[in-house]
C-alpha cells in the first residue's frame, strides 16, 4: 500500500510567502469590491470604472427597485389600517359602467372594463390593485402622456403571500395580461422618475371582482 510522501520542511511555504500570499489576496478582493462589487449592486463608483463597465447603471436601477419595492411595502401596510376603506382611497366602477354596460360575456372582446386617468407629478407615486382570485387572468394596458416611470406589477395575498409579475424602469407604456398567483390584491405601483408631470392611463379587462387605489 503506497502512502502520499509528506512534505519537507523545505517544500513548505515560509511565513514571508504566506503574508505575501494574504496581502496579496486582499489587495485584490479590494479592487474588486472597489470596481465591480459596489458599482453593480449599490450604483457606488469611487473610481469611475463601474460607470466604465457599465456596472454603476446596474447598481443604480436595483437601488431605485428596492426603494420602488419599499414604498410599496409602506403602501401596502398603510392600506391594511382602517384608512383604507374609506371611500376615497377605492377605485370601482363607473355608475355609467355599472348602469348601461352589457354583461362581459356579451361585449366586444376588445371593450375594457376599468379605465382610470392618474396625474403624477415629478417624483410621485400611484398604486393601484385588482382584488382576484387565484387563477383569474386579467388583460390590461397602461400608458403615460409624456415622461417615463418606473413600475412593479405585483401582488400580495390575504393569507400574506407577495410576488413579483416584472418590473420596469423609465418606461412609458406596458401592455400584458395578469394571471394571480393566490387570492388577494394584484396590481401596479408607479413612480414619475421624469422631471415632467406625467398622465397616466391604466384600462383593464378580465376576471376581478374589485379595482383600488391604495396609494
Same mark, same amino acid.
Given at each position: ?32 469590491? &472597489? ?81 382610470? &386617468? ?12 385588482? &382584488? ?81 387605489? &391604495?396609494?
Amino acid at each position: 500500500m503506497y502512502n502520499t510522501d509528506m512534505p519537507t520542511r523545505a517544500e513548505l511555504p515560509t511565513t514571508r510567502q504566506l503574508v505575501r500570499s494574504t496581502l496579496i489576496a486582499f489587495g485584490a478582493a479590494a479592487v474588486l469590491l &472597489v470596481t465591480v462589487i459596489l458599482p453593480a449592486e449599490y450604483g457606488v463608483d469611487p473610481t469611475g470604472a463601474g460607470r466604465v463597465l457599465g456596472l454603476t447603471q446596474m447598481g443604480e436601477i436595483k437601488q431605485q427597485l428596492a426603494e420602488e419595492a419599499a414604498a410599496d411595502e409602506a403602501g401596502s401596510v398603510a392600506a391594511a389600517g382602517p384608512a383604507s376603506l374609506a371611500p376615497a382611497e377605492e377605485i370601482t366602477l363607473s355608475e355609467s359602467a355599472m348602469e348601461t354596460d352589457p354583461p362581459a360575456s356579451e361585449q366586444p372582446a376588445t371593450a375594457w372594463r376599468d379605465e382610470v &386617468v392618474l396625474t403624477l407629478a415629478p417624483g410621485e407615486a400611484a398604486e393601484i390593485k385588482l &382584488v382576484m382570485k387565484v387563477g383569474e387572468t386579467a388583460t390590461y394596458d397602461w400608458r403615460v402622456d409624456q415622461g417615463h416611470v418606473n413600475s412593479d406589477l405585483h401582488g400580495d395575498g390575504t393569507a400574506g403571500e407577495s410576488t413579483s409579475y416584472r418590473k420596469g424602469r423609465t418606461e412609458a407604456s406596458n401592455t400584458g395580461e395578469l394571471t394571480a398567483a393566490f387570492d388577494g390584491s394584484h396590481g401596479w405601483f408607479w413612480r414619475n422618475r421624469s422631471d415632467v408631470p406625467a398622465t397616466m392611463t391604466l384600462r383593464t379587462k378580465g376576471a376581478y371582482s374589485e379595482m383600488k387605489r &391604495v396609494v
